[in-house]
């Protein structure tokens, strides 16, 4: 593994996406945000096909503080049931990690 990780995280719009990401940020747990436009998102909930428009973010941390992240999302997401799906990196150009790990607190 490399050390860095990434997080997958949709949500229900731009507003509640920067205010996780500025929230994430403001706790050194996240070095980047990125935010994109809208996407159209058709899943199964409470057993019924649903259709939605979200907006979905990629969190970009440490391996060392991607459970830390995800746990942090969690509280900070405004659904009951947010999908938050993180997993560590096999490989990172060494500037990436130098700049992930000089930006995310221990």
């Not at 459970?67 to 150009?93: K, S």
């Amino acid at each position: 593994m490399s050390g860095a990780a990434l997080i997958w995280c949709p949500f229900p719009d731009a507003e509640s996406a920067r205010t996780a990401a500025d929230a994430l940020l403001d706790d050194a747990l996240i070095a980047c945000a990125n935010i994109t436009g809208a996407i159209e998102s058709r899943f199964v909930w409470d057993g019924a096909r649903a259709t939605g428009s979200e907006v979905g973010v990629l969190f970009k941390t440490t391996a060392a503080r991607l459970e830390d992240v995800i746990e942090r999302l969690g509280e900070l997401h405004p659904y009951d049931t947010p999908a938050i799906l993180g997993w560590q990196v096999d490989e990172t150009h060494p500037a990436t990690l130098g700049w992930l790990t000089g930006s995310v607190s221990d």
